[in-house]
């Protein structure tokens, strides 16, 4: 597969500019606390336009967040001259269509994750955005909370010596029937492996490097819903090896990551708030750094920053590609390819012949 480069981006996308003017596209759940707020939070950022196809929802979430304007129509946010870039925060079926559509307006785009359905979507946001010459990022927003920053300072520190092997555990209850969209794969592009795992790979990719040599199987064992519930793999991060398994047809919710090294080890969860357990031959180290109350602001500050031509955010199009495109290699069997619109076929997919448990 070609690797999509974008062009080098103006240092500063708002040359001159002190203010980043946001616009929402999905102002529903996600973006209440979570990254909602960091719009208006973050320095040099304002939140001035948000759009929901029921423009009274869109409404109320303008009056009860104190933002100018809302619409009901996302072409219209994305022409505000007084939106300056555009965050999307819809199901990751409309990820790639609004995103050409803001690129093609001239403006960035900031798009929650996982950035897709495939690669092949990936590909086409981040040629859309080269051709351009605009930023795009992309909303993993572990890369820049404080809790994963000291994971990446005791690494870099040396305080396990040097690192061996890298695995994570991850499983939740069976019969989450609260997920919705998330287990549609024409929305969701997969199962919860998409949702959540996503957000540990990249994390991966964050601490250690690009994946390579992934190999891993996935499969439907709680047979209530067609896509995938359970998935195993293995990876290389340059020469260090990993392993990493999820389990949706579970009993009991894990969440556990461990970074193994010669001289000790770090575990911690990915989607909790506890303290990172530093362990070595002097006992063990609680490490607490708590999450923010808008965890997404961070990285949002970061995405601003940018823009303005004062710092770089750490989560692009490229590097949420490589998550996406190490989904793919990963859940290609059970989909049979994932190139195509392989939710259109879904009779079809190897991966459902598994029976259901009792």
């Not at 973050?42 to 001035?48: D, N, Y």
């Not at 803001?102 to 979507?121: D, H, L, S």
């Not at 002097?282 to 500050?301: F, K, M, S, W, Y």
């Amino acid at each position: 597969m070609a690797t999509l480069t974008p062009s080098a981006h103006p240092s500063a996308y708002l040359s001159g500019r002190t203010l980043v003017r946001w616009g929402i596209i999905g102002c529903g759940d996600v973006t209440e606390v979570k990254s909602g707020p960091g719009f208006q939070k973050a320095a040099g950022s304002a939140l001035v336009a948000v759009m929901r196809r029921n423009g009274a929802l869109a409404a109320d979430y303008a009056k009860r967040h104190g933002v100018a304007r809302s619409y009901d129509n996302a072409a219209a946010l994305i022409a505000d001259p007084e939106v300056d870039a555009v965050y999307v925060a819809t199901p990751p079926d409309s990820h790639a269509s609004y995103a050409l559509a803001i690129a093609q307006a001239g403006k960035p785009a900031y798009v929650e994750k996982p950035m897709a359905r495939n690669t092949a979507e990936c590909d086409a946001m981040i040629g859309a955005f080269a051709r351009a010459r605009l930023p795009l990022f992309v909303a993993y927003y572990r890369r820049r909370l404080p809790r994963f920053l000291e994971v990446q300072r005791q690494i870099a520190a040396g305080a396990i010596g040097r690192v061996t092997g890298v695995r994570y555990q991850g499983s939740a209850a069976r019969h989450r029937d609260h997920a919705g969209w998330r287990l549609d794969a024409a929305q969701a592009g997969g199962g919860h492996f998409l949702d959540v795992g996503s957000h540990v790979l990249d994390l991966v990719d964050f601490l250690f490097g690009p994946l390579s040599d992934v190999a891993g199987t996935a499969i439907n064992l709680g047979g209530t819903c067609a896509v995938e519930d359970a998935v195993a793999m293995s990876f290389r991060c340059g020469q260090l090896p990993g392993v990493a398994a999820w389990n949706f047809a579970s009993a009991v919710a894990e969440d556990a990551f461990s970074i193994t090294g010669t001289e000790g080890r770090l575990t911690f969860t990915v989607f909790g708030n506890e303290p990172v357990q530093l362990e070595t031959g002097a006992g063990i180290v609680a490490l607490d750094r708590p999450n923010p109350p808008h965890v997404a602001q961070p990285l949002i500050q970061t995405v601003v920053d940018d823009l303005l031509g004062r710092g770089t955010c750490p989560s692009t199009g490229v590097s949420a590609q490589r998550t996406t495109q190490v989904m793919d290699t990963v859940l290609n069997g059970y989909y049979g390819g994932r190139q195509d619109a392989f939710w259109l076929r879904s009779a079809g997919w190897p991966g459902r012949t598994a029976p259901a448990l009792s």
